[in-house]
Nanobody, 120 residues
Framework: QVRLVESGGGLVQPGGSLTLSCAAV????????MSWYRQPPGKERELVAI???????DYADAVKGRFTISRDNAKNTAVLQMASLEPEDTAVYYC??????????????WGQGTQVTVSS
């Protein structure tokens, strides 16, 4: 089966920057969309950014102009660049990917999450 592995989380001061990475590994034929979600403490998981295989990207209003998603189709990776971070950005960030596998299954896969904490 396919696994998504996130990295890059940590502690950053308000106004700082942080970059998250996601790598998809396994029996992958093609990855359609790749996206980042986040779940703040006590809140529901929400979409942060999404990018199609062809490159079209969309963002949540709260992060527009501050976050940038990118992906490398050949490496099956996605990156979320975060700038001008605010305490409200504190959350567990999850990678998500819509993947068609060699077993002819197509569905969303989730990473285990990486903690981002924005604090002085």
């Amino acid at each position: 089966q396919v696994r998504l592995v996130e990295s890059g989380g940590g502690l950053v001061q308000p106004g700082g920057s942080l970059t998250l990475s996601c790598a998809a590994v396994g029996d992958i034929i093609v990855i359609h969309s790749m996206s980042w979600y986040r779940q703040p403490p006590g809140k529901e998981r929400e979409l942060v950014a999404i990018q199609t295989r062809s490159g079209t990207a969309d963002y949540a209003d709260a992060v527009k102009g501050r976050f940038t998603i990118s992906r490398d189709n050949a490496k099956n990776t996605a990156v979320l660049q975060m700038a001008s971070l605010e305490p409200e950005d504190t959350a567990v960030y999850y990678c998500n990917a819509d993947i068609y596998t060699t077993s002819m299954d197509q569905r969303d896969y989730w990473g285990q999450g990486t903690q981002v904490t924005v604090s002085s």
